[in-house]
């Protein structure tokens, strides 16, 4: 079955760069999304890849696949204190059949 | 930007009170989702429905129950909330035919 893993928790000084990452086991997704959550609020899409793609960039984001080790990475540029949220990835498996969340990794800024 | 709602944002009640929690979406979504998340945790898929008259229960079991009457609208409720359906409930839609999903603010139930 799916399986989405991320670890839990990353902490960086302010203008430093994240790099959050993200394991999948769906060798067939064609979809892989990263989504923030602010405390107390819902999901927020951030970005999204095709697989048929190796990077993604949108200003300060860039979204990095290696489909051979089936990695999805996040990179924020210059991390600033409202960069802090938890950060969910996200996969679709071809077909649309179900999404499959990770567990979330909570990146807290330090200032 | 996702025109996607949920009203109550947040809900007090007691044990044993019927509760429905309200979600909209304005973007012509056929594909509707309730989530269930405790704070700071992983989502989990409590009810989806691919179209009208169309309900589905998810990965976690749940004692609530979705109706879809309207394309715009999928209310979830519980008959009789108790302590353990405290948490956050997260409405989202997508397409059918596309792939991303939009959600909702959330909607926080605490149940004393």
């Known amino acids: 079955g799916e399986d989405v893993e991320q670890s839990l928790f990353l902490s960086v000084r302010e203008g430093d760069s994240s790099v959050i990452n993200c394991t999948y086991t769906?060798?067939?997704?064609?979809?892989l999304y990263w989504y923030k959550q602010e405390p107390g609020a819902g999901l927020q899409l951030l970005t999204y890849?095709?697989?048929?793609?190796d990077m993604k960039q949108d200003q300060r984001l860039t979204v990095l696949l290696n489909k051979k080790d089936k990695h999805l990475s996040l990179r924020i540029a210059d991390t600033q204190t409202g960069d802090s949220a938890i950060y969910f990835c996200?996969?679709?498996?071809?077909?649309?059949?179900?999404?499959?969340f990770g567990t979330g990794t909570k990146l807290q800024v330090i200032p | 930007e996702a025109d996607i709602y949920q009203t109550p944002r947040y809900l007090v009640i007691g044990t044993g009170k019927k509760i429905t929690l309200e979600c909209s979406q304005t973007m012509g979504h056929d594909k509707m989702y309730w989530y269930q998340q405790d704070p700071g945790m992983e989502l989990h898929l409590i009810h989806y429905s691919y179209g009208v008259n169309s309900t589905e229960k998810g990965d976690l079991s749940s004692e609530s129950t979705v109706s879809r009457i309207r394309t715009e609208h999928f209310p979830l409720t519980l008959e009789s909330a108790r302590p353990s359906h405290t948490s956050q409930y997260l409405c989202?839609?997508?397409?059918?035919?596309?792939?991303?999903?939009?959600f909702g603010e959330g909607s926080w139930l605490t149940v004393v």
């Open positions: 996200a996969e679709i498996p071809q077909g649309y059949q179900k999404v499959t």
């Open positions: 989202a839609s997508s397409r059918v035919s596309g792939n991303t999903i939009y």
């Open positions: 769906d060798s067939s997704s064609t979809y």
């Open positions: 890849i095709f697989s048929n793609m």
